[in-house]
């Protein structure tokens, strides 16, 4: 058997060695080496305890990240849910009004008219909101698009007509309303 003893350590490096290369001679417990086992066994059972935490942590972090993931889709998905059911009544009144078996004008436009309402009642709901500018206010390039210029007696950049309603869903334009705007003097 060899012999356990290591080389003692030259003092210029003592003040570097760490706790466990102390040498003890086999046999010989001392307090010190009873505490620093004490303290090493407390150090390994915390570094444990520690590991746990971290994986259960990280498990916690993945499971929250797996179910945010899940939300977005079905929120892709669904998204236009509120606007779908909606629209089911105005769908509804134009296969009615195709089953009128000797409509009259009036009742066609009262049919029509009628639908509308429930469309324009839908698109509120929704917050689907129209753009349409009034004749002599100023173009604004993020709600409205100029299809042309005519010479006016408006000041320049504003609209003189609008050919058609601009959309927006909220804050975010859907289509810009297009329009006639007046010519520079």
Known sequence: MQDDKKE??????????ALDEI?????????ETLSLEARLAKAEKKAMEMQDAFLRAKAEAENIRRRAQEEVTKAHKFAIEGF???MLAVKDSLEMSLKVDAPSVESIKEGVEATLRQLTQAFEKNKLI???PAK??????MKHQAISTVPSDQEPNTVVEVLQKGYMLSDRLLRPAVVVVAAAK
Do not use: F, R
């Open 8 to 17: 003692p350590i030259p003092p210029e490096n003592q003040q570097d060695v």
């Open 23 to 31: 040498i003890v001679p086999s046999g010989e417990h001392t307090t």
């Open 84 to 86: 779908a059911e909606s």
């Open 130 to 132: 129209a753009v349409m």
């Open 136 to 141: 002599g206010e100023k173009l604004d390039p």
